[in-house]
């Protein structure tokens, strides 16, 4: 074994150590540390990171599925269309959208989502996939620091607002912090608890009402929203813009397609088997099966349609489009009710190219979003419009920025003052089917709003504050 006390005498630095002492060695490590102070740590203090070329770069996360997150993707062809390079991460459960894929400004990165495999409680669940993902997301964006623009859906912005805040803070300073308010985080933990007082639930709005300041650009899709973090989180009204969703070009009434009625009942398996297809009026919805729709309501109204023998009411197609955890609760409880053959249901995923399709084929279609804050607004009524489908929904406040009632749509009683929504939603659908008058105004309301498209909306708000000269 070399013994260093005999090097350092054979060489002649014994001299050296004897006056210096013990500090020399910290020197000596320090000095063996540089090349991975030099080459690992400090360039992640290089505030212009990896994005530092002349085309500008947004980084866009979603935790959640990407194909399933339509206004982000929306928003990631806006920027594309602006030239800037988009970083688009989230979960890659189904296959994203292929104009996505094939754009090469456009890069997908994968965010694995962490499932409770071992049925682990849910509070230990969520923090173990809390510090599971914590990890995830400060690599990736890490690995995109020197980004223009970090972009955040709320919700669910738990942990990744933070983690881009840290990130921004120490590593990309500068870049700026966009955060899109689809809804608010604590009203949907309420669904579960169901009491603004719970410790979570008052943590959880702690944490996007403190958090949610750092944001340089707040977008929310209602005014009611905007007016709400104005007077209730207390942001800047000058950080916040209101981007109203808007049917992307794919959703088209079904005038505008090539083809006809009969080819689609013909090759599409969801018409499959029904005798005399045509003297059904359709009514469709579109839902991913979660608490805050409550499907017994659509049910017990139809079960009042088929009940009600005085009116001739038409018969109903209904189609229920998407899946999610209460699916096969919904479809055993539509087949034990034992349906005449004036009401037949048909339950089914389409594929992006379909979906466009079957919705613009109805007659009516029905939301039962209710929604957890009462400031959100849901998506696939735009869907529906983009179509030129009229909508019944169920009433709350924000409801009245989308559905104008007796123009595009029919909306139930307030819900305060009416308790039995199913007699509602039986009472609207059954108007609109035996008024042709009244369906053929709400016909045309609705085409009017299939003309009001994404990409003019946002061109309108968000083009002049991110548009830039690419060269």
Not at 103 to 123: A, G, R
Not at 316 to 338: D, E, H, R, S, Y
Not at 361 to 373: E, F, P, R, Y
Request: net charge neutral.
């Amino acid at each position: 074994m070399v013994n260093i006390d005999h090097i350092i005498k054979y060489k002649g630095f014994d001299h050296l150590f004897y006056y210096t002492g013990p500090w020399v060695w910290w020197l000596l490590g320090i000095y063996l540390c540089l090349p991975v102070i030099a080459y690992k740590i400090l360039p992640y203090f290089n505030t212009k990171g990896t994005y530092t070329g002349k085309k500008r770069t947004i980084s866009i996360f979603v935790l959640g599925d990407i194909g399933h997150s339509p206004r982000m993707c929306y928003h990631a062809r806006s920027f594309s269309k602006l030239d800037y390079y988009v970083n688009l991460s989230g979960y890659v459960e189904t296959q994203p959208p292929v104009d996505l894929l094939d754009d090469p400004n456009v890069e997908i990165h994968d965010i694995e989502p962490i499932k409770n495999n071992s049925d682990l409680p849910y509070l230990l669940f969520a923090l173990q996939k809390l510090l599971l993902q914590l990890y995830q997301l400060f690599q990736l964006c890490l690995d995109f620091r020197g980004s223009d623009f970090i972009m955040i859906q709320n919700p669910p912005s738990i942990p990744i607002l933070l983690v881009a805040i840290i990130v921004i803070k120490i590593f990309s300073k500068n870049t700026k912090l966009i955060i899109d308010w689809h809804n608010l985080n604590y009203t949907i933990m309420n669904l579960r608890y169901r009491n603004l007082s719970h410790p979570v639930v008052k943590l959880i709005k702690f944490y996007e009402k403190f958090l949610g300041r750092f944001a340089d650009v707040n977008i929310t899709v209602t005014a009611q929203m905007k007016q709400f973090l104005v007077e209730e989180f207390g942001f800047k009204r000058s950080t916040i813009l209101t981007l109203h969703d808007r049917p992307a070009e794919q959703f088209e009434p079904f005038e505008n397609l090539n083809i006809t009625k009969e080819e689609v009942f013909r090759n599409h398996e969801i018409f499959g088997g029904i005798d005399n297809i045509r003297d059904y009026k359709i009514l469709v919805t579109a839902t991913s099966f979660t608490p805050d729709e409550d499907f017994n309501i659509l049910l017990d109204a139809l079960v009042k349609y088929d009940s009600d023998v005085a009116l001739k009411l038409p018969p109903i197609l209904l189609i229920v489009t998407g899946k999610g955890p209460l699916k096969q609760q919904f479809l055993a409880k539509a087949q034990n009710l034992g349906f005449t053959k004036n009401i037949v249901i048909r339950s089914g995923w389409l594929s992006s190219e379909d979906y466009p399709i079957i919705l613009s084929m109805a007659d009516l279609a029905v939301s039962l979003h209710t929604s957890s804050s009462g400031i959100d607004l849901p998506m696939k009524i735009v869907d529906f419009f983009g179509c030129g489908v009229p909508v019944v929904s169920l009433n709350f406040p924000a409801i009245g920025e989308l559905v104008k009632d007796g123009i595009n749509g029919l909306v139930t009683g307030d819900n305060e003052k009416s308790l039995d929504q199913a007699g509602e939603i039986y009472r609207l659908i059954s108007k609109a089917f035996t008024n042709q008058d009244l369906l053929r105004t709400l016909k045309e309301g609705a085409l009017v709003e299939s003309k009001r498209r994404w990409d003019d909306n946002w061109k309108e708000v968000m083009g002049q504050r991110f548009e830039y000269e690419s060269s």
